[in-house]
Structure formats: structure tokens, C-alpha cells
């Protein structure tokens, strides 16, 4: 069964940074894609960043800049690291494998404070 654990989340204040990290227990490289997502209060889930088995990457244009996506197949772990946070990133983030089947993770809190 595939399981995805996303670890990271917590409070820090606007300007600060936080570090997400999701771990499959398969192999990420078996996925078309690893993805984060986050759904803030009262909102839809909203994609954030992506990272293709090639290696592209793309980012919400409200993360552009500020967070970076990045993954280790030796580890099989799928990171995102959030800088210069903003209140308005206050959401739960879920980790993402996309294939013919996606798979999500539980969902870590991240709160950011003005």
C-alpha cells in the first residue's frame, strides 16, 4: 500500500521559513509527478508546486519566487521549502504522487502569523 507522510508543518511569523517534507514509502520516481497541494480556510485545495519524474517544476504564481520543490530518490522524499512567508499561506499542505492512480498524504498545518 502506497503511503505518503508529510512532516514540517507549524507556526512561524510573515517573513520567516518553514520546510515541508513528504516520504513515500515506494519509490517517488515510480511517480509521473510529486505534488503539493494546500487548502486554506474556507478555500478549494489549490495546487503549489509540482516536480515531473523529469525534473520540471511549476508553481503557483502566488509561490513564485518564494518556495522551492525539490526531491531525493534515495530517500524518496519530496521537500518544499517556503520563504519570506505570507499570513495569506496559512493552509493544511498535502503531499501528492500522481500516476494512474494519485496517492495523498494526511496533510501537515502550516500557520503563518503577522
Known amino acids: 500500500q502506497v503511503r505518503l507522510v508529510e512532516s514540517g508543518g507549524g507556526l512561524a511569523q510573515a517573513g520567516g521559513s518553514l520546510r515541508l517534507s513528504c516520504k513515500g514509502s515506494?519509490?517517488?520516481?515510480?511517480?509521473?509527478?510529486m505534488a503539493w497541494y494546500r487548502r486554506a480556510p474556507g478555500k478549494e485545495r489549490e495546487l503549489v508546486a509540482k516536480?515531473?519524474?523529469?525534473?520540471?517544476?511549476n508553481y503557483a504564481d502566488s509561490v513564485k519566487g518564494r518556495f522551492t520543490i525539490s526531491r531525493d530518490g534515495a530517500k524518496n522524499t519530496v521537500d518544499l521549502q517556503m520563504s519570506f512567508l505570507k499570513p495569506e499561506d496559512t493552509a493544511v499542505y498535502y503531499c501528492?504522487?500522481?500516476?494512474?492512480?494519485?496517492?495523498w498524504g494526511q496533510g501537515t498545518q502550516v500557520t503563518v502569523s503577522s
Open positions: 501528492k504522487a500522481e500516476s494512474s492512480y494519485s496517492y
Open positions: 515506494l519509490s517517488i520516481l515510480n511517480y509521473n509527478a
Open positions: 516536480i515531473t519524474r523529469g525534473g520540471s517544476t
